[in-house]
């Protein structure tokens, strides 16, 4: 009873060895390792890390200084600009304020916003909306 499994058992160890064989050698003698190539790739592509720029010193006081003010043209943005200004004029009577309007969907034409905005002022507010 106990030899029942042996004939079935030696019947797959030779089919599966046969098998095995064949899959390892392609057709024409060299073994399939070698007539196959793979190319592995990376998904994440190619990395980018922009340059560290360390953040600008706060001003000590607004006095005499040129604020830029972003305003984004989302919805609330520019609710709390007349506030804002009136109180900081109260405190620094000397303090100038220009608004650059900045569509947060203007792609190709922020850099030279922000250059004219970067030229003309001491410091930035950003009233941002949503």
Sequence with gaps: ?????????????????FLG???????GGTWAADAV????LDPRG???IPPTIPINPRLSTLAEKKIAIINNT????DAFQPFMEKELKEAFPTV???????PYNA???????LKALAD???????????
């Design 1 to 17: 009873m106990k030899k029942r499994w042996l004939r079935p058992f030696c019947a797959f160890l030779a089919l599966s060895g």
């Design 21 to 27: 064989i064949q899959g390892l050698v392609a057709p």
């Design 37 to 40: 190539r793979l190319e592995v």
């Design 46 to 48: 190619e990395l980018f």
């Design 74 to 77: 989302k919805p609330g943005a």
């Design 96 to 102: 100038e304020f220009k608004t650059f309007i900045i």
């Design 107 to 113: 792609y190709p034409g922020k850099e030279k916003d």
């Design 120 to 130: 003309w002022s001491d410091g930035v507010i950003g009233l941002l909306g949503d």
